[in-house]
Nanobody
Framework: EVQLVESGGGLVQPGGSLRLSCAAS????????MSWVRQAPGKGLEWVST???????TYADSVKGRFTISRENAKKMVIPQMDSLKPEDTAVYYC?????????????WGQGTQVTVSS
């Protein structure tokens, strides 16, 4: 069973930093791209970043230059470092993995962790 557990959220002042983490289990972690997606209050899901199994990373324009995503395959963890946080970064952050089995795609999500950027 695929499980994703996020942690590290909290309240931070504008300009501050937070380090989230996602612990994965139930699948061959090193073989899959891992993504972070967020949902701000009253808004839809917004893709934030993806780290591929070869270590390559991509970021949404809204976080590029401020967020850095990394992965530790031995620990089965993906870790976004969020710096220079802005109030508009306030959202619930979700860890995601997409698996393709028999030509079908399956998305798995964690429970989310709340990030609030406010003075």
């Amino acid at each position: 069973e695929v499980q994703l557990v996020e942690s590290g959220g909290g309240l931070v002042q504008p300009g501050g930093s937070l380090r989230l983490s996602c612990a994965a289990s139930g699948f061959t972690f090193s073989s899959y791209a891992m993504s972070w997606v967020r949902q701000a209050p009253g808004k839809g899901l917004e893709w934030v970043s993806t780290i591929y199994n070869d270590g390559k990373t991509t970021y949404a324009d809204s976080v590029k230059g401020r967020f850095t995503i990394s992965r530790e395959n031995a620990k089965k963890m993906v870790i976004p470092q969020m710096d220079s946080l802005k109030p508009e970064d306030t959202a619930v952050y979700y860890c995601n993995v997409r698996q393709r089995i028999d030509l079908k795609s399956y998305d798995y999500w964690g429970q989310g962790t709340q990030v609030t950027v406010s003075s």
